[in-house]
């Protein structure tokens, strides 16, 4: 499962809701993206410094995907399509459906707009 940023910022607050889905699970991922995305936002936090070492903790504990040229075609198939139909969603979200799709994972997200990607199953919580 690939962990969008908002799961992540979730796991870091411990939510129950979450910690369910997960418990099940034994093969997390984050995406260079949502790693990304997440440190920014800890940047301007109150608790910088404790989600910064949570954060670092959290990184060894699970695998990154990287963008290469793998993903490459599965960005432009999932860009067009989504542009075909009239419902884009945010970059960030199209690596991430993208990297989902390459690797056959399920994205674990509040973001309902990931239901519109064909052959992306969210996990909502």
Same mark, same amino acid.
């Given at each position: 499962?690939? @962990?969008?940023?908002?799961?992540?910022?979730?796991?870091?607050?411990?939510?129950?809701?979450? @910690?369910?889905?997960?418990?099940?699970?034994?093969? !997390?991922?984050?995406?260079?993206?949502?790693?990304?995305?997440?440190?920014? $936002? !800890?940047?301007?936090?109150?608790?910088?410094?404790? !989600?910064? %070492?949570?954060?670092?903790?959290? @990184?060894?504990?699970?695998?990154?995907?990287?963008?290469?040229?793998?993903?490459? *075609?599965?960005?432009?198939?999932?860009?067009?399509?989504?542009? %075909?139909?009239?419902?884009?969603? *945010?970059?960030?979200?199209?690596?991430?459906?993208?990297?989902?799709?390459?690797? $056959?994972?399920?994205?674990?997200?509040?973001?309902?707009?990931?239901? %519109?990607?064909?052959?992306?199953?969210?996990?909502?919580?």
């Amino acid at each position: 499962m690939i @962990l969008d940023t908002n799961a992540i910022s979730a796991l870091s607050a411990q939510e129950e809701g979450l @910690l369910r889905v997960l418990e099940r699970e034994n093969d !997390l991922c984050v995406t260079v993206v949502n790693a990304a995305e997440y440190f920014y $936002g !800890l940047q301007n936090s109150k608790q910088k410094n404790v !989600l910064a %070492r949570w954060f670092s903790e959290f @990184l060894e504990s699970v695998r990154i995907l990287d963008l290469d040229r793998d993903v490459f *075609p599965y960005y432009h198939v999932i860009r067009t399509e989504l542009k %075909r139909a009239g419902t884009p969603i *945010p970059t960030n979200d199209l690596w991430t459906a993208s990297l989902a799709r390459l690797h $056959g994972m399920k994205v674990v997200s509040r973001d309902r707009h990931f239901d %519109r990607v064909q052959g992306v199953e969210r996990i909502g919580w």
